[in-house]
């Protein structure tokens, strides 16, 4: 297992505002990782961040980018699946071997009919993807109406849809009232990519669970999720693929988190046995 460099934590903060291709790369081989999650390139050459992400010899291990496949109206559907065309397209020049999908909940839908709607929708995901042999996974989201939140939720979407695969979020499936690392386990064949991150329950918060808590995010080890269990569940199934450290919260530097949670998570890793 190693740790993959997330975009989205780094954009979170002045990064995002003044995106700079060779600082990711400098903070990725500064933290001795080999490789990144791109979620959306940021307006840069989809070919640029191949050039400059090979010249450091970093790999790019996922396109990640969010698409509304599973919208109630029929022509925000279809717009979504010309958007994931271009997604994979993009995926393709970066060299990357598949995408993420993060789907969220629509206003005004209940977790029912999302999941329907985003059944039917990733068929045809799956089938276009074929085309450009990229995989396409979906992850644990957080919140009470997202469509995929459960291990009972991906349990069924990977029977009913051949080819899908799961980007893990131990973070997230916390949030659903489950044990992390017994949910990875789960599903554990079909996990390809992994979030890690952390929450802590508040008073007050954005996030509302669908176990009924309210969540703010933490740093990675610094909330309620163990992710040394969880890390254990992942050597025990034998899973050797890319864990993303994703951070959330306000209350660090999104760089600075990236590195105390990516160093963590490496000191973490080195300690297995």
Same mark, same amino acid.
């Given at each position: 297992?190693?740790?993959?460099?997330m975009? %989205?934590?780094?954009?979170?903060?002045?990064w995002?505002?003044?995106?700079?291709?060779?600082?990711?790369?400098?903070?990725?081989?500064?933290?001795?990782?080999d490789?990144?999650?791109?979620?959306?390139? %940021?307006?840069?050459?989809?070919?640029?961040?191949?050039?400059?992400?090979?010249?450091?010899?970093?790999?790019?291990?996922?396109?990640t980018?969010?698409?509304?496949?599973?919208?109630?109206?029929?022509?925000?559907?279809?717009?979504?699946?010309?958007?994931?065309?271009?997604?994979?397209?993009?995926?393709?020049?970066?060299?990357?071997?598949?995408?993420?999908?993060?789907?969220?909940?629509?206003?005004?839908?209940?977790k029912e009919?999302?999941?329907?709607?985003?059944?039917?929708?990733?068929?045809?995901?799956?089938?276009l993807?074929?085309?450009?042999?990229?995989?396409?996974?979906?992850?644990?989201?957080?919140?009470?109406?997202?469509?995929?939140?459960?291990?009972?939720?991906?349990?069924?979407?990977?029977?009913?849809?051949p080819?899908?695969?799961?980007?893990y979020?131990?973070?997230?499936?916390?949030?659903? +009232?489950?044990?992390p690392?017994?949910?990875?386990?789960?599903v554990?064949?079909?996990?390809?990519h992994?979030?890690?991150?952390?929450? /802590?329950?508040?008073?007050?918060?954005?996030?509302?669970?669908?176990d009924g808590?309210? %969540?703010?995010?933490?740093?990675?080890?610094?909330?309620?999720?163990?992710?040394?269990?969880?890390? /254990?569940?992942?050597?025990?199934?034998?899973?050797?693929? %890319?864990?993303?450290?994703?951070?959330?919260?306000?209350?660090?530097?999104?760089?600075?988190?990236?590195?105390?949670?990516?160093?963590?998570?490496?000191?973490l890793? +080195?300690?297995?046995?």
């Amino acid at each position: 297992m190693k740790i993959s460099l997330m975009s %989205y934590t780094l954009a979170r903060g002045p990064w995002g505002k003044e995106p700079d291709l060779i600082a990711l790369c400098e903070l990725a081989r500064e933290l001795e990782l080999d490789a990144v999650d791109w979620v959306t390139v %940021y307006n840069f050459a989809p070919s640029e961040v191949a050039k400059v992400t090979a010249d450091y010899g970093l790999k790019n291990i996922c396109y990640t980018f969010s698409v509304p496949i599973h919208h109630e109206d029929v022509k925000i559907r279809a717009k979504a699946l010309e958007e994931v065309e271009r997604g994979l397209e993009i995926a393709s020049i970066l060299g990357s071997d598949k995408i993420m999908l993060p789907l969220s909940r629509v206003e005004g839908q209940s977790k029912e009919r999302s999941q329907k709607l985003a059944q039917e929708s990733l068929h045809e995901v799956v089938a276009l993807a074929r085309a450009y042999n990229i995989t396409v996974t979906i992850e644990h989201f957080h919140g009470q109406f997202a469509p995929f939140i459960t291990s009972k939720d991906f349990e069924e979407a990977v029977t009913t849809i051949p080819g899908l695969k799961i980007t893990y979020d131990n973070g997230n499936v916390y949030t659903a +009232g489950e044990d992390p690392a017994e949910a990875f386990l789960k599903v554990k064949e079909h996990i390809i990519h992994a979030h890690f991150k952390d929450w /802590q329950v508040a008073p007050e918060g954005h996030i509302h669970g669908l176990d009924g808590r309210i %969540y703010r995010a933490a740093l990675v080890g610094e909330g309620l999720v163990d992710p040394l269990l969880c890390l /254990q569940a992942m050597q025990s199934a034998g899973y050797t693929g %890319y864990i993303n450290m994703e951070y959330e919260g306000s209350e660090y530097d999104p760089k600075d988190a990236i590195v105390r949670g990516t160093k963590y998570l490496q000191t973490l890793i +080195g300690s297995l046995t």
